[in-house]
T-cell receptor, first 115, second 114 residues
Framework: AQKITQTQPGMFVQEKEAVTLDCTYD???????LFWYKQPSSGEMIFLIY??????QNATEGRYSLNFQKARKSANLVISASQLGDSAMYFC????????????FGKGTRLHILP | KAGVTQTPRYLIKTRGQQVTLSCSPI?????VSWYQQTPGQGLQFLFE???????NKGNFPGRFSGRQFSNSRSEMNVSTLELGDSALYLC?????????????FGPGTRLTVL
């Protein structure tokens, strides 16, 4: 079974609109971390935001926020006021804290911002 | 603070050859992880090194190996290259603490096997 599921292979969003990228995860661990990375066409993986399983508040970093619903095992990324430069692949990822330092990635969502 | 650097950025090799990729982590980071990214398989974990020791390994054949030096720089080696090894190879560094630790990635090395 997949540990990280991103159900949207591609999305088209109008510039300046907010966008939500879906991510669900599967783990039996109580302690884990969830990440979102952005990968532009250049290939570099850019860290966006982190949410720990014990964090009570949703993480926010500038225009990025993580809508964390622990009971539903959901960790959606919300980008407010999208910009053309947001066009990229977005990966949701998880690390199960006490197992190892390996990060498990989802298949990604390709986001296209339209002018 | 300088980010993660990887060299070379691009490589073209032929089947049967071997290749060595290099990764320099962020200063102070002791953990280096390697990932292979292909269109078909997505991002797959290769291995992780911490303080010169392999701490974790993914499901790749023994042709894929790595090492880490005392300055935390890491190298990855692929021997007897196959066409299917064509991929973007990403390395990531972190402090190595297991909790609340973020991996920061380098720009990647794009390997093409002909």
């Amino acid at each position: 079974a997949q540990k990280i599921t991103q159900t949207q292979p591609g999305m088209f969003v109008q510039e300046k609109e907010a966008v939500t990228l879906d991510c669900t995860y599967d783990t039996s661990d109580q302690s884990y971390g969830l990440f979102w990375y952005k990968q532009p066409s250049s290939g570099e993986m850019i860290f966006l935001i982190y949410q720990g399983s014990y964090d009570e508040q949703n993480a926010t970093e500038g225009r990025y926020s993580l809508n964390f619903q622990k009971a539903r095992k959901s960790a959606n990324l919300v980008i407010s006021a999208s910009q053309l430069g947001d066009s990229a692949m977005y990966f949701c990822a998880m690390r199960e804290d006490y197992r190892d330092d390996k990060i498990i990635f989802g298949k990604g969502t390709r986001l296209h911002i339209l002018p | 603070k300088a980010g993660v650097t990887q060299t070379p950025r691009y490589l073209i090799k032929t089947r049967g050859q071997q290749v060595t990729l290099s990764c320099s982590p962020i200063s102070g980071h002791r953990s280096v992880s390697w990932y292979q990214q292909t269109p078909g398989q997505g991002l797959q974990f290769l291995f992780e090194y911490f303080s010169e020791t392999q701490r974790n390994k993914g499901n790749f054949p023994g042709r894929f190996s790595g090492r880490q030096f005392s300055n935390s720089r890491s190298e990855m080696n692929v021997s007897t290259l196959e066409l299917g090894d064509s991929a973007l190879y990403l390395c990531a560094s972190s402090s190595g603490r297991l909790r609340a630790d973020t991996q920061y990635f380098g720009p990647g090395t794009r390997l093409t096997v002909l």
